[in-house]
């Protein structure tokens, strides 16, 4: 069963940047061939999707609300991807998952729903005060 860890959870101020990692083992699949993704969820609220990156790292999307202020990345080396995120805003406060999603072939393609992909992480807190 693919595991994969979040890290980087923290509380910082507005205005303030955090910076997650999420690293994945016993992967089925070289981690090259997984899409990764970054979802939230706020307290009520339900998860909706943050940012991904393709599993050839060439392509990546973002949610209007986080756009210019969040960067995924990843390192296959160290089957990690990466949320930088910086401008942080109260609004952004939340439980952040990182997402796999196995292409099986080295793609472009992006998947921004919770449903396409097959495993998560158990999800860290990130929380901002005004």
């Known amino acids: 069963q693919v595991q994969l860890v979040e890290s980087g959870k923290g509380s910082v101020q507005t205005g303030g940047s955090l910076r997650l990692s999420c690293t994945a083992s016993r992967l089925t699949l070289t981690f090259s061939k997984y899409a990764m993704g970054w979802f939230r969820q706020a307290p009520g609220k339900e998860r909706e999707f943050v940012a991904v990156i393709s599993s050839t790292g060439s392509s990546t999307y973002y949610a209007d609300s986080v756009k210019g202020r969040f960067t995924i990345s990843r390192d296959d080396a160290k089957n990690t991807v990466y949320l930088q995120m910086n401008s942080l805003k109260p609004e952004d406060t939340a439980v952040y998952y990182c997402?796999?999603?196995?292409?099986?072939?080295?793609?472009?393609?992006?998947?921004?729903?919770?449903?396409?992909?097959?495993?998560w992480g158990q999800g860290t807190q990130v929380t901002v005060s005004s």
């Open positions: 997402a796999a999603k196995g292409t099986y072939y080295p793609s472009n393609d992006y998947y921004t729903a919770g449903h396409e992909y097959s495993y």
